[in-house]
């Protein structure tokens, strides 16, 4: 069995911001498999889906950003996921608008939720589709940045974000990470079908 978690924060004043761009997928991902993110356990939405006979648990946490790791350990203990059927997918400012980065494993960075994270499950050993929300514009203050709405400019490379890492998604579960990373992680490379 597969979990798969989008971060963000909860409540209608986060819909649609940076820091909501791993809910975003999860949803788009929902749509597109015809199910819906109603059922609320392990302090998220879930739906839970069979595809190509493995069982496949979609998330939202209900958490906020930063205490992200209660609700993935929950989800893990709740269904005996191991950490590397669970793959996080989570805003990141380091990578420009439009594009995406695969990681197998690794540590959390700078973001709060990933810390929230491997503190809770104590383990770094998931895969994980971080999605580009940068820059920072000079001057802008992070926090304020990633909370706020992407303009109607930045749409049309929003849309191509998140059709990259519905792609890469797909791939991962399929067991192919590797090529879900030689796909996408080469920077400034845009592949469109």
Do not use: C
Not at 61 to 79: C, D, H, W
Request: no cysteine; aromatic share 6%; charged share 30%.
């Amino acid at each position: 069995m597969w979990a798969v978690v989008g971060l963000g924060n909860p409540g209608r004043q986060y819909s649609g911001t940076r820091h909501n761009v791993g809910s975003a997928l999860v949803r788009r991902v929902a749509k597109a498999w015809n199910v819906k993110l109603r059922k609320k356990i392990f302090f998220s939405k879930v739906a839970e889906v069979e595809r190509n006979e493995e069982n496949i648990l979609l998330a939202i946490p209900l958490t906020y950003m930063n205490r992200s790791g209660l609700a993935v350990k929950q989800i893990l203990e709740g269904r005996r996921i191991k950490p590397e059927n669970l793959i996080v997918v989570y805003d990141d400012l380091d990578i420009p608008l439009g594009e995406i980065r695969i990681k197998k494993r690794g540590g959390p960075g700078n973001h709060k939720g990933m810390r929230s994270i491997v503190q809770e499950i104590q383990s770094e050993e998931f895969p994980r589709i971080r999605v580009g929300i940068g820059p920072l514009p000079a001057g802008e203050n992070a926090v304020h940045y990633v909370l706020s709405r992407f303009r109607k400019s930045e749409e049309a490379e929003l849309g191509e974000s998140l059709k990259k890492a519905q792609e890469a998604l797909e791939l991962n579960l399929a067991g192919e990470t590797e090529k879900a990373m030689n796909i996408y992680n080469q920077r400034g490379k845009t592949f469109f079908n």
